[in-house]
T-cell receptor, first 115, second 117 residues
């Protein structure tokens, strides 16, 4: 079974600065997807970014980018120019490309933005 | 991204009553939807996989007679909490899979907060 580990329960960053959230995973599969979801105080889960394992290029969405290291099974999220609206719980998630389509979530990182 | 709605957003009920929560994919068809439960300050816990036209698949430890799931159409799944008790109070979230060639993504509803008195 796959596991996803987020070793930082809480992080904080000064507004306009850059922060990196860590995520590691364990799998024996070679083909899968990785996601970062954001859950603000409203509790709506919002997709931030996705990465296909077969792609070597790191995904980027505006101020959000990932550092995907397949051999190391690492998938960190970098948020540049942090804004107050970025404050939320961030969940890393794994999706196998074979079978049951279930997401495996990490335990989450609570990000605080300091004005 | 795709839109998934949930209704109601909040419900308060008396112990022993049943509560139905609806999950709809608004701009895409979803043959597969998921129901999660989230306790405060914790990650999402998958309860069951809802499959259009067939029986739901429940995760270990989830009572299927307690949490009835119906996926009657390609855009609607319902979760009914039967004979609700205070320990069923929680935040329930659904998600739906949008499939495109080379891409598969789960989009989440806004959640339903259930309080059983």
């Amino acid at each position: 079974a796959q596991t996803v580990t987020q070793s930082q329960p809480e992080m904080s960053v000064q507004e306009a600065e850059t922060v990196t959230l860590s995520c590691t995973y364990d799998t024996s599969e070679s083909d899968y997807y990785l996601f970062w979801y954001k859950q603000p105080p409203s509790r709506q889960m919002i997709l931030v970014i996705r990465q296909e394992a077969y792609k070597q290029q790191n995904a980027t969405e505006n101020r959000f980018s990932v550092n995907f290291q397949k051999a190391a099974k690492s998938f960190s999220l970098k948020i540049s120019d942090s804004q107050l609206g970025d404050a939320a719980m961030y969940f890393c998630a794994y999706l196998s490309n074979f079978g049951n389509e279930k997401l495996t979530f990490g335990t989450g990182t609570r990000l605080t933005i300091i004005p | 991204g795709a839109v998934v709605s949930q209704h109601p957003s909040r419900v308060i009920c008396k112990s022993g009553t049943s509560v139905k929560i609806e999950c709809r994919s608004l701009d895409f068809q979803a043959t597969t939807m998921f129901w999660y439960r989230q306790f405060p300050k914790q990650s999402l816990m998958l309860m069951a996989t809802s499959n259009e036209g067939s029986k739901a698949t429940y995760e270990q430890g989830v009572e299927k007679d307690k949490f009835l799931i119906n996926h009657a159409s390609l855009t609607l799944s319902t979760l009914t909490v039967t004979s609700a008790h205070p320990e069923d109070s929680s935040f329930y979230i659904c998600s739906a899979i949008q499939r495109a060639i080379g891409q598969e993504t789960q989009y989440f509803g806004p959640g339903t907060r259930l309080l059983v008195l």
